[in-house]
Nanobody
Framework: QVQMVESGGDVVQTGGSLRLSCLVS????????MAWFRQAPGKEREAVAC????????YHELPVRGRFTISRDNAKNTVYLQMNSLKPEDTATYYC??????????????????WGQGTQVSVSP
C-alpha cells in the first residue's frame, strides 16, 4: 500500500520561505516521477511542479517559476518543494502525487494515482 506523507506547511509572511517534504513508502520510489499540486479554497487543484524519476528533469508551472524548486532524494524516498518569495496567492493545501503506471508526467490531476493528505501553507499579506 502506497503511503505519502507531506510536511512542512506553516503560516508565513509575504516574502518568506518554506520547504515542503513528502515521504513516500510502499513503492519503488526511484521508479516514479513525482509532482506537487496545490488547491486553494473554492478553486480547482492545480499543478505546481514535477520531477522525473532520477531528478534530472524538472518542470515548474509559470506562477511559481523562479520562486519554487522541486527536488528529490531517492535514498530517503522523499521529494521536496523549496518555496521562496512566497505570496498570498500561494496560500493553499499542497499535495504530492505519483503518476498512474506508465503515465508520463503531466499537469492533470487525473493522471495521478496516489496522493498524500496535504499540508497547509498560508501566506499573510
Amino acid at each position: 500500500q502506497v503511503q505519502m506523507v507531506e510536511s512542512g506547511g506553516d503560516v508565513v509572511q509575504t516574502g518568506g520561505s518554506l520547504r515542503l517534504s513528502c515521504l513516500v513508502s510502499g513503492l519503488i520510489f526511484d521508479d516514479y516521477g513525482m509532482a506537487w499540486f496545490r488547491q486553494a479554497p473554492g478553486k480547482e487543484r492545480e499543478a505546481v511542479a514535477c520531477i522525473n524519476y532520477i531528478g534530472g528533469a524538472k518542470y515548474h508551472e509559470l506562477p511559481v517559476r523562479g520562486r519554487f524548486t522541486i527536488s528529490r532524494d531517492n535514498a530517503k524516498n522523499t521529494v521536496y518543494l523549496q518555496m521562496n518569495s512566497l505570496k498570498p496567492e500561494d496560500t493553499a493545501t499542497y499535495y504530492c502525487a505519483t503518476p498512474l503506471p506508465d503515465q508520463i508526467l503531466t499537469s492533470l490531476p487525473t493522471d495521478f494515482r496516489d496522493w498524500g493528505q496535504g499540508t497547509q501553507v498560508s501566506v499573510s499579506p
